[in-house]
C-alpha cells in the first residue's frame, strides 16, 4: 500500500470516525455467526498469549474477545479510531499502524482477528500484507480473516456526508486461500454466509481460519 493511499485511507477514516462508532460499534449483537466464529476463534488463542483484533476500528471485536477471557490488543491505521477505541473499551492497549509495516516483533501475538481490514489493501499488496500478519503470529498461531466475496473494487469517494477517498476490495475465497498458503498459512476452514438483511452492506461474507504451521 504506497504512502498516498494509505494517509488518504487513514484520513477517510478519521473523518467518519464518529458515525462509524454510532453505526458499527454495536453490531455484533445482530450478527450471531460473526458471534460463533470470535468464539471460535477466542477458544484457539486464549491460554497462547495476547490476540490483536487488526484493522479494529473502535474495537467493537476487541471488546468482544476481552469479555470472553482473551488477552487482546487493537491495531487501526486511524488515529481517530484508535482515540475512540481506547476511550471505549478501557483496559484494552490500541496502537496506530499499517499492517503492512506492524512495529512488533516475530512472533508477538497468538493469534490475529482481522475483520474486513484486508478489503482496503491493493490487490497486488496482499501477499505482503498476509506475509507480516504471518510474521507477527507465534507458530501454531491463528488467523481468522474475513472480507466481501466478489472480485469488484466499490469506490467512495462520499461516506455519510463526509469526503473520503477509499476502496474496498472483494475477494473470491479460492483466491485468498491460495495467497494465504503462498504467504506460509495452513487453511483450516472456509466459511460463507449471505449477509443479514438491515444489518449491512448487502454481500456475501467470507471467514477464513488458518493457521502459522508450528515451529
Not at 12 to 30: N, T
Not at 92 to 112: V, Y
Not at 113 to 129: E, G, T
Not at 172 to 184: D, F, N, P, Q, T
Amino acid at each position: 500500500m504506497n504512502e498516498p493511499n494509505t494517509r488518504e485511507l487513514q484520513a477517510s477514516y478519521d473523518r467518519v470516525a464518529d458515525e462509524y462508532v454510532r453505526r458499527i460499534y454495536d453490531e455484533l449483537q445482530h450478527k450471531p455467526l460473526d458471534r460463533q466464529l470470535l468464539d471460535r476463534f477466542a477458544y484457539m488463542v486464549r491460554d497462547r498469549g495476547t490476540a490483536c483484533d487488526l484493522g479494529c476500528g473502535p474495537g467493537q471485536v476487541a471488546r468482544y474477545l476481552h469479555e470472553r477471557g482473551v488477552r487482546v490488543c487493537g491495531v487501526d491505521l486511524s488515529a481517530a479510531m484508535v482515540e475512540r477505541a481506547r476511550r471505549l473499551n478501557p483496559g484494552i492497549e490500541f496502537h496506530q499502524a499499517s499492517m503492512l509495516r506492524l512495529p512488533f516483533a516475530d512472533g508477538t501475538w497468538a493469534g490475529i482477528a482481522a475483520f474486513y481490514s484486508i478489503i482496503h489493501v491493493p490487490r497486488a499488496d496482499v501477499p505482503a500484507a498476509l506475509r507480516e500478519l504471518q510474521r507477527v503470529v507465534q507458530s501454531g498461531g491463528g488467523l481468522l480473516l474475513t472480507f466481501h466475496l466478489g472480485a469488484d473494487t466499490v469506490h467512495l469517494d462520499e461516506w455519510w456526508g463526509q469526503p473520503v477517498n477509499v476502496d474496498f476490495h472483494f475477494f473470491r475465497a479460492e483466491a485468498m486461500a491460495s495467497e494465504l498458503e503462498a504467504a506460509g498459512w495452513e487453511i483450516e476452514e472456509i466459511v460463507e454466509r449471505d449477509p443479514y438483511p438491515e444489518v449491512e452492506h448487502q454481500s456475501r461474507r467470507v471467514y477464513v481460519f488458518a493457521r502459522k504451521p508450528p515451529a
